[in-house]
């Protein structure tokens, strides 16, 4: 069993920024975040693969979010920049093995949550 446990989740203002970082007690392949906000459905924000090469971002975050990873720690980060009031949603750190299965939700472990919350 692998844990997932996130961190740097807030209240900012519009335009201002934030940073996710996710801990996994063991190494995997594919990390990644998903967002969910009441009443909708769970959705694929941005991956990554181990090697860091391949990078996934969800057309409405591009430009304004970065991730990264950091093999050693077995953790990613998440750098989200210019953020909007919809933006605010529960952000779930989730790993599998493989992007493209992410991207079909097939995810193998999930973080708790954490929440973002961004004031206009």
């Known amino acids: 069993q692998v844990h997932l446990v996130e961190s740097g989740g807030g209240l900012v203002q519009a335009g201002g920024s934030l940073r996710l970082s996710c801990a996994a007690s063991?190494?995997?392949?594919?990390m990644g975040w998903f967002r969910q906000a009441p009443g909708k459905e769970r959705e694929l924000v941005v991956a990554i693969d181990y090697e860091g090469e391949k990078r996934y971002y969800a057309d409405y975050v591009k430009g304004r979010v970065t991730i990264s990873r950091d093999n050693a720690n077995n953790a990613v980060q998440l750098q989200m920049n210019t953020l909007k009031p919809e933006d605010t949603t529960v952000h779930y750190c989730?790993?599998?093995?493989?992007?493209?299965?992410?991207?079909?939700?097939?995810?193998?472990?999930w973080g708790q949550g954490t929440q973002v919350t961004v004031s206009s």
């Open positions: 989730a790993s599998s093995f493989q992007i493209a299965r992410m991207m079909k939700r097939d995810i193998d472990y």
């Open positions: 063991y190494s995997v392949y594919a």
